[in-house]
């Protein structure tokens, strides 16, 4: 099965930067994966999309409320997906959940990270 493994999670300032990083396992995962992307759950509420970038044609989304702070890039060499975080804010404050949508055997499946906090003080 397909493993994620996020870093880079940490305490920061408000208007300071974090980078996050989230490597795949398995030397065929570029054969399969879809897409890949970031979701992020503060205590008490549900878990939510911030980005998603195709794996392919390198296709991207981001919820509106971090468009034009934060950048999802991706290495397919490397198997693995970065969320560059700027101007960051109290409300960003979450444990950041990196996602894999991949295609095997047919089917499609979604897999997650264990996730990394990302706490951002006033």
């Known amino acids: 099965q397909v493993q994620l493994v996020e870093s880079g999670g940490g305490l920061v300032q408000a208007g300071g930067s974090l980078r996050l990083s989230c490597a795949a396992s398995?030397?065929?995962?570029?054969?399969?994966?879809?897409?890949m992307g970031w979701f992020r759950q503060a205590p008490g509420k549900e878990r939510e999309i911030v980005a998603r970038?195709?794996?392919?044609?390198?296709?991207?989304y981001y919820a509106d409320s971090v468009k034009g702070r934060f950048t999802i890039s991706r290495d397919n060499d490397k198997n693995t997906v970065y969320l560059q975080m700027s101007s960051l804010k109290p409300e960003d404050t979450a444990v950041y959940f990196c996602?894999?949508?991949?295609?095997?055997?047919?089917?499609?499946?979604?897999?997650w990270g264990q996730g990394t906090q990302v706490t951002v003080s006033s």
């Open positions: 970038i195709n794996w392919s044609g390198g296709n991207t």
């Open positions: 996602n894999a949508v991949v295609k095997y055997s047919g089917s499609v499946g979604s897999y």
């Open positions: 398995g030397s065929t995962f570029s054969n399969y994966v879809m897409a």
